[in-house]
């Protein structure tokens, strides 16, 4: 596993997603950044509902919860920069030897998960209004960009399957121009190194 390497794009995704989950910028991902995005998720998304709050709360760290099984390799409740990187090199490395089925079946589930607290209306589509919300809650300023090229036939909403497939190619693929590159924001040019 030490001689695989990520390519440009893929560490640029993977530095910049550390950094957008790294909600307190201590170089560290821990429970705290994801309390902290629970918070900004509902400020973004307007819920004032206290019952409300803490089941977006419980799910947010559901997420951690996970995340920190793959990635905390030493089980200290904190990932760094170097366990982040070797998390993804492990997840790439378990799909391109077509043993990453379960792998891809998680990205799949997450990718529900995240289009479940992203359709507030409960419509089965996100609206380019609902998805601005989430990608405000992310501090993601490009939201009408992201949308659009998120919204692969241009009919003004995403589906759960368009939000999938923008997942999968968030983590897997090595294409400059698919959509779902920016799924979390357009990357930015310099990112600090993984």
């Known amino acids: ?4 390497k990520l390519g440009d794009l893929q560490r640029r995704k993977a530095a910049h997603y550390f950094d957008l989950i790294d909600e307190d910028g201590n170089g560290l991902i821990e429970p705290a950044d994801f309390q902290m995005r629970a918070d900004r998720l509902a400020e973004s998304f307007g819920i004032t509902d206290e019952a409300e709050r803490d089941a ?21 409740d904190r990932i760094t920069r170097e366990e982040w990187q070797m998390y993804w090199k492990r997840f790439k490395i378990a799909v391109s030897m077509g043993s990453g089925r379960q792998a891809i079946e998680t990205l799949e589930r997450v990718a529900r998960a995240t289009f479940r607290a992203v359709d507030r209306s409960g419509s089965g ?18 939201h009408a960009y992201v949308f659009q ?6 009919d003004g909403y995403l589906t759960e399957t368009d939000l999938i497939e923008a997942t999968k190619e968030f983590y897997l693929s090595n294409d400059p121009d698919a959509p779902g590159n920016v799924l979390y924001g357009t990357l930015p040019e310099e990112v600090e190194a993984l």
């Open 149 to 154: 090229r998120l919204d692969r036939n241009n």
């Open 125 to 142: 589509r996100i609206t380019e209004d609902e998805f601005s919300s989430w990608l405000a809650a992310w501090d993601v300023r490009d």
């Open 1 to 4: 596993m030490g001689a695989f």
């Open 56 to 76: 977006l709360r419980q799910d947010i760290m559901t997420w951690w919860e996970h995340l920190s099984t793959l990635a905390d390799a030493n089980g200290d």
